[in-house]
């Protein structure tokens, strides 16, 4: 038999695969020594911010906290590979089109500005100063500023979504798509009205007092690999770790700590989940109901026996509205319902009652398993329910713990990029720079798409990111992209979306994290906000990729310049000089980031206000709310037993859009990403066996009357429940209708895409 890459990985995450993970990451992209060098900063009080993820750096770092997927991170930016322009001349775009991702991007650094040209289907170098007139001429050419959509990639920093902000509204547009509108904004909008932010409130400390921890809908030992630091801690002191995930993620069952000596040595591991419920797919709210439910029963049954109840009844009058309606609902919500919506069985889901009721403290972490649904903000809702239910809110071990994406994601929301334009924020401009800045709601990431599909918007400047590779719908989104007059890219490598070329496309290469950034003013620090609202500097030492690339800072305020003039008299050249001096222009309009340049000089920086630890509540009648869903919102085949839920997902040698490598080691896939991953009864329900190939049919009602097909999938019968499925990001986007989105919040449901599946007319690749 061929090995066809798909295998059982019988080891624990982590360990010493981890550590050859990193050294091959590194070989790949750069000489080792240096290699090992940089590494060495990453995350360090006075070192840069690892570019991998959100999670939150220990206080007291003394070594290097280790991390294969930080490493990846780190050393695909600090590659020794250069996208030159004698490499684009010898490909055109039509060419380099045909290539997958991983090829695009591997082809190394951007050195200089790029503009497509038409007639050799090739981007040739320009210099700065045309690229910024070109710009200005296309964006000062619309009749509309709101003709201009003006993307974010959670990578930038604070300072760099700062300025862009104010250019923006200064152009005078809201519109600010951003990838967190495909990523947590279930988050932001359904927890304000809960808690009164739309954040997480513990800290790094909490994890320490935690007395039961539950995980739903992420996967850290891929994602977020720092925190398997804290879940191995919280474990081996005894904290049970109840997992709600579809899938078995080996990061969740077992880990070798590589910091461990012992374990290292011994090749031991310590077990994470204490319970691992394998919910369906688009199952968790009717699993958190079923949850509270025992909540309920559990309280009922302890009143009876004389007791005080397993309810906080103190928190929830002083602090919470909305409760009887919860219980109401909770009632009229049967068990049926839940075992059904959730795949989970009453008992399992009692179970995990009586720990929460057992546990003085309670963190809820969560992911892209729980946001990105159609019912993501409900989802995000019952969340808080649960937690309001004990009051795991305002004291040490508890509260909510959204992981974030992009490494600095939540702080370029902070700092301003919200299409919707708060008040506060509105005000501060206006006080500190003079102009009114425009107050209509401007477009999110699905609504950006949908003006630039029907033509409504012409102009897409992108700081960062991958958007159309990102984004549903491939089709319609590629074609939309094409149509644009004027598309910018500001980026350290090149990918599909530079690709998608408009009437004009730039390409403007900028400075990573980990790379020194001088300015007139001196060598620069920029901010960055972790997911637990820590804001701290960052700080690159590395030399650019080339003389002509300059920070994002620089280069939004290059495009401002060229595009405003002397409009509303903003400095931007001096504001560049020297990054204090946007900081206190932050500071001016944000009062949350009083003494800011003080604060960040302190290792570690410090912590943005969170009402929710504080017991103060930020919603409109000044309380928590308990917000009722009602019934169990079986997401979304409903009845047809042909249709599956198939969920999209990250492999564990990707960054979102950015393909490192095709492995995807701890789910025993290796070598390849063209699979799917099925229960064996499905498969067998339908004739097909493991390693069958398949295609898989998109089956959403809003794609009614297209057919997208992602064709020759091998089947892979993994640990997923019956009715469940799952396949890889992006590839998978084509089977994403634009329209299967949460109303409430945008985000496309990239975790519940209905499907068939039928047996490809070819089977043997090789043969035919
Ligand atoms: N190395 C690396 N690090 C990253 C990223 C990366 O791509 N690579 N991306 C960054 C970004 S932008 C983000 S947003 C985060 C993403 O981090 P995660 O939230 O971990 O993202 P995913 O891999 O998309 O999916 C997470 C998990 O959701 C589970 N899941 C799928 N559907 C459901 C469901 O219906 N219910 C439940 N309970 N679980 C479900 C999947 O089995 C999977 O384990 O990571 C960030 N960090
Ligand atoms: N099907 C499906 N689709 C999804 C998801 C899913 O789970 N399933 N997840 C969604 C989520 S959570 C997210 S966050 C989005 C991600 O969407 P994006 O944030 O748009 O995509 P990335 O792949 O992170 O962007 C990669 C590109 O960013 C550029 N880049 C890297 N570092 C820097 C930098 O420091 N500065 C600048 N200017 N550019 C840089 C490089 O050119 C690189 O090619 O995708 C979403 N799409
Ligand atoms: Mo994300």
Redesign the pocket.
């Known amino acids: 038999m061929t090995d066809n890459g798909i295998r059982t990985y019988t080891h624990a995450a982590g360990g010493w695969d981890a550590l050859g993970a990193v050294a091959r990451a590194i070989k790949g992209q750069m000489n080792a020594v240096a290699g090992a060098k940089i590494m060495l900063r990453n995350n360090q009080p006075d070192g840069f911010d690892c570019p991998?993820?959100?999670w939150p750096d220990p206080k007291h770092t003394s070594a290097f906290e280790f991390c294969e997927?930080?490493a990846?991170?780190v050393s695909w930016e600090a590659t020794d590979k250069r996208a030159t322009p004698e490499v684009f001349a010898a490909h055109t775009v039509t060419e380099l089109l045909a290539w997958n991702d991983h090829d695009i991007e591997n082809l190394g650094r951007l050195t200089h500005p790029m503009a497509y040209d038409a007639a050799s289907d090739r981007y040739l170098a320009i210099g700065w100063d045309e690229a910024f007139a070109r710009i200005a001429a296309g964006l000062n050419a619309l009749p509309d500023p709101n003709m201009a959509e003006f993307y974010t990639s959670?990578r930038a920093s604070n300072e760099a979504a700062f300025l862009y902000q104010l250019f923006v509204r200064a152009y005078g547009t809201n519109n600010f798509p951003d990838?967190s509108n495909?990523?947590?904004e279930a988050t932001s909008v359904g927890l304000p009205k809960a808690i009164g932010i739309g954040k997480g409130t513990v800290s790094l400390e909490d994890f320490d007092h935690a007395e039961l921890i539950i995980s739903?809908?992420?996967?850290?030992g891929?994602?977020?690999?720092r925190m398997m630091t804290t879940l191995h801690a919280a474990a081996r002191r005894g904290a049970p770790i109840v997992v709600?995930?579809?899938?078995r993620?080996r990061a969740?069952e077992r880990f070798t700590a590589p910091q461990d000596p012992l374990e290292m040595a011994t090749f031991g591991a310590t077990a994470i989940a204490s319970d691992y419920l394998q919910?369906?797919?688009?199952?968790?709210a009717a699993?958190l109901k079923g949850v509270m439910k025992g909540v309920l029963a559990l309280d009922a049954a302890d009143l009876a026996s004389g007791g005080a109840g397993t309810l906080d009844r103190a928190f929830i009058a002083e602090h919470t509205n909305g409760f009887d309606a919860l219980v109401a609902d909770l009632e009229a919500t049967g068990w049926a319902q839940i075992e059904s919506a959730s795949g989970l069985s009453r008992a399992a889901l009692e179970n995990v009652a009586r720990l929460y009721c057992q546990a003085k403290s309670t963190i809820v972490c969560?992911?892209?398993?729980?946001?990105?649904?159609r019912h993501g903000t409900e989802?995000v809702q019952q969340i808080a329910n649960l937690l309001l239910l004990r009051g795991n809110f305002g004291r040490p071990g508890a509260g909510i713990c959204p992981?974030?994406?992009?490494?600095n994601?939540q702080g370029d929301r902070t700092v301003g990029i919200d299409e919707k334009a708060p008040q506060a924020l509105r005000e501060g401009l206006q006080r500190v720079f003079g102009f009114v800045p425009p107050v209509a709601k401007g477009h999110d990431a699905a609504e950006a798409i949908d003006a630039i599909f029907e033509g409504r918007a012409k102009a897409l400047v992108c700081l960062g990111g991958n958007l159309a590779v990102a984004m549903p719908d491939p089709v319609r989104t590629f074609a939309a992209m094409r149509g644009l007059e004027l598309a910018v890219h500001i980026a350290t490598k090149p990918n599909r979306s530079h690709l998608l070329t408009a009437r004009q496309s730039i390409v403007l290469p900028c400075l990573g994290r980990t790379e020194l950034d001088l300015q007139a003013g001196g060598p620069q620090s920029v901010t960055v906000e972790d997911s637990m609202s820590m804001v701290h500097a960052s700080t690159g030492r590395l030399p650019p990729p080339s003389e002509f690339v300059r920070s994002e800072p620089a280069i939004v305020a290059g495009i401002a310049q060229a595009v405003l003039g002397a409009r509303h008299g903003i400095d931007w050249a001096g504001m560049v000089a020297d990054y204090d001096r946007i900081r206190d222009a932050i500071e001016a309009v944000l009062p949350a980031f009083t003494g800011y340049n003080q604060r960040i000089r302190v290792p570690g920086g410090f912590r943005l206000p969170i009402g929710p630890a504080e017991r103060v509540w930020h919603t409109a009648s000044g309380k928590a709310e308990f917000l009722v869903m009602p019934g169990v919102l079986e997401?979304p085949a409903g009845a047809d037993p042909s249709v599956l839920?198939l969920?999209?997902?990250?492999?564990?040698?990707?960054?979102?859009t950015?393909i490192?490598g095709f492995d995807d080691r701890y789910r025993g896939i290796f070598g390849r990403r063209d699979v799917v991953f099925l229960n064996a009864d499905d498969l067998a329900e339908r004739g097909l066996a493991a390693g069958d190939r398949v295609d898989v049919v998109a089956a959403s009602a809003e794609g009614a009357g297209t057919e997208a097909v992602l064709g020759q999938l091998t089947a892979v019968a993994y640990a997923?429940p019956k009715g469940?499925a799952?396949a890889y990001?992006p590839e998978a986007n084509v089977l994403i209708p634009a329209a299967h989105r949460d109303p409430h919040s945008g985000t496309p449901s990239?975790?519940?895409v209905p499907v068939r599946l039928r047996r490809s007319a070819v089977q043997d690749i090789a043969a035919a």
């Open positions: 991998g993820c959100a997927n930080g990846k991170a959670g990838c495909m990523c947590h739903i809908g992420h996967n850290p891929t994602n977020h690999p709600l995930n579809p899938l993620e969740l919910v369906k797919v688009g199952g968790d699993a969560f992911g892209m398993g729980v946001t990105q649904h989802n992981l974030r994406g992009h490494s994601v997401d839920t969920a999209t997902l990250r492999s564990h040698d990707q960054y979102n950015t490192y997923i469940s799952a990001y990239y975790k519940s």
